[in-house]
């Protein structure tokens, strides 16, 4: 393969698309839909099945038809489609409860250009109808060999897993299984109809091996998993949850969340993480922050 044919492609990003939130976008919690999320995600916390407060992921529902609105504002059309999810961080202030009314907003507040694509960071916030701010989200978007051919605006908060703490075990060492109809019942709970979770022929199409996870299912693995080990099961003490999509993750795969210790302060312990599939790590640089 030739320099020429895997240099990255040119195109202009739209600065003034930045720091523009975009219409509001409104969703009413229902216990039955906390519920269903929980199952669809293999939660084990009655609290979170029961629908009687929502896993930490539930974040994504309210905001899925806000949060990539902003990136048409920056990004040209024409290479819209070649978009995935890189990294997503959830700032939480408070869990979300059955019967809350919920309000969210997007904006795109920078873009990174890197050697292999260039990085859209989209800024979320969700609230209830009185204003009460209950959750901000960074989701960081890649464009796979396009170069922006600058940077603007500011990235996502780091989150980087630090590789010294490969030399002590992990805490917690919790084995996760993604079952053969994952993805059919996370793609209702969620709202997320994408193809590629649910047409074997699509997935193939676009040059996979066949139907592949939903991210944020995996990220909700690994949240559960946080909050089964050290967080006694209380979704009301996590307080950040950040990971960046490494690997892709399949119907069938047996997966491992890894947990470290890496200190605390002020009333947090911070805690890494990663998701692996055998040798593959498919969640990286995973960080939670849970309250004492």
């Not at 990003?13 to 669809?40: H, K, M, N, P």
């Not at 119907?251 to 002020?266: C, F, M, N, Q, Y």
Request: net charge negative; glycine share 8%; hydrophobic share 45%.
């Amino acid at each position: 393969m030739t320099a020429e044919t895997t240099a990255a492609r040119l195109v202009e990003f739209d600065d003034a698309g930045l720091e523009i939130w975009c219409d509001e976008e409104r969703f009413e919690v229902t216990r039955e839909r906390l519920a269903e999320y929980a199952a669809a995600t293999n939660d084990p916390i009655a609290a979170h099945l029961a629908g009687r407060v929502a896993a930490p992921i539930f974040g994504i529902v309210p905001v899925f038809e806000a949060m990539m609105m902003p990136v048409i504002d920056v990004v040209p059309m024409d290479i819209f489609g070649r978009v995935v999810h890189g990294e997503q961080d959830f700032h939480f202030h408070r869990a979300i409860q059955p019967g809350d009314e919920l309000v969210s907003r997007a904006k795109a507040v920078g873009y990174t250009s890197r050697s292999n694509g260039t990085t859209i960071t989209i800024l979320i916030e969700c609230r209830t109808d009185d204003g009460d701010l209950v959750n901000e989200q960074y989701l960081t978007a890649f464009f796979r060999n396009i170069d922006a051919g600058k940077s603007a605006g500011m990235a996502a908060p780091a989150h980087k897993f630090d590789e010294n703490l490969r030399a002590r075990d992990p805490i917690a060492v919790v084995p996760q299984h993604v079952d053969d109809d994952q993805t059919f019942r996370y793609a209702p709970a969620s709202g997320d109809p994408v193809p590629l979770h649910l047409d074997e022929q699509v997935a193939k199409d676009a040059g996979l091996p066949g139907i592949i996870a939903h991210g944020l299912c995996t990220m909700a693995f690994a949240s559960w998993a946080v909050l089964t080990e050290v967080a006694g099961s209380d979704v009301d003490r996590l307080k950040r949850f950040a990971v960046r999509f490494a690997k892709l993750v399949f119907p069938g795969d047996d997966l491992e969340t890894r947990i470290w210790k890496v200190g605390s302060a002020d009333g947090i312990t911070t805690y890494a993480f990663e998701t692996v599939r055998g040798e593959d790590v498919v969640l990286s640089d995973g960080l939670a922050e849970i309250a004492d």
